[in-house]
């Protein structure tokens, strides 16, 4: 992850620059709706039990087909990053929403249970509607941001650089 890109910033900046509202709570849903193992069914569904079950003014920000140098941007602006999928490997798009900073509610899918964990701000849910909704909610009542930068800190890219550098170093020895 390049922590010169996804970093974070201000929320209402990033909100103004995409001429967000800042009176909403955005959830971040950066896939693509049309895909069925993004689940994206269940995290309109649980967005409607937020809104008329706690009266929280939510919307879900949806981010497919966007230059990704907006991406950070669009992170720093939500107040939580969905991940409702079926299946995954090691989603990048977790790792740049921790980069940020930004809380997470994700299904138990690929390493997600090792990237996010317990980790204050984040959330692992079954990818069903009710569960994401209550997810959403709890994450939405704790801490307005998580602490994911300093946990992903090993998966920057320059430390990266640097492990497969000196990967390079030892094989080219033998």
Same mark, same amino acid.
């Given at each position: 992850?390049?922590?010169?890109?996804?970093?974070?910033?201000?929320?209402?900046?990033?909100?103004?620059?995409?001429?967000?509202?800042?009176?909403?709570?955005?959830?971040?849903?950066?896939?693509?709706?049309?895909?069925?193992?993004?689940?994206?069914?269940?995290?309109?569904?649980?967005?409607?039990?937020?809104?008329?079950?706690?009266?929280?003014?939510?919307?879900?920000?949806?981010?497919?087909?966007?230059?990704?140098?907006?991406?950070?941007?669009?992170?720093?602006?939500?107040?939580?990053?969905? +991940?409702?999928?079926?299946?995954? /490997?090691?989603? =990048? @798009?977790?790792?740049?929403?921790?980069?940020?900073? !930004?809380? &997470?509610?994700?299904?138990?899918?690929?390493?997600?249970?090792?990237?996010?964990?317990?980790?204050?701000?984040?959330?692992?849910?079954?990818?069903?509607?009710?569960?994401?909704?209550?997810? +959403?909610?709890?994450?939405?009542? /704790?801490?307005? =941001? @998580?602490?994911?930068?300093?946990?992903?800190?090993? !998966?920057? &890219?320059?430390?990266?650089?640097?492990?497969?550098?000196?990967?390079?170093?030892?094989?080219?020895?033998?």
């Amino acid at each position: 992850i390049d922590f010169d890109v996804f970093m974070p910033l201000d929320q209402s900046d990033c909100r103004d620059r995409l001429g967000l509202s800042r009176e909403k709570i955005y959830i971040l849903f950066p896939y693509d709706p049309s895909r069925p193992r993004k689940n994206y069914r269940e995290v309109e569904q649980a967005a409607s039990i937020l809104r008329q079950e706690s009266g929280l003014p939510v919307e879900i920000l949806v981010v497919n087909g966007k230059p990704n140098e907006l991406l950070p941007f669009y992170m720093n602006a939500a107040d939580v990053l969905v +991940l409702a999928s079926f299946w995954e /490997g090691s989603p =990048n @798009s977790i790792k740049e929403a921790m980069a940020c900073n !930004l809380r &997470i509610v994700a299904t138990d899918v690929g390493d997600i249970k090792e990237l996010i964990g317990n980790r204050p701000g984040c959330a692992i849910c079954e990818p069903v509607a009710r569960d994401i909704a209550d997810k +959403l909610l709890a994450v939405l009542k /704790g801490p307005s =941001n @998580s602490t994911g930068r300093d946990s992903i800190a090993h !998966l920057e &890219i320059s430390r990266i650089a640097d492990r497969v550098i000196e990967l390079y170093r030892v094989v080219s020895r033998k």
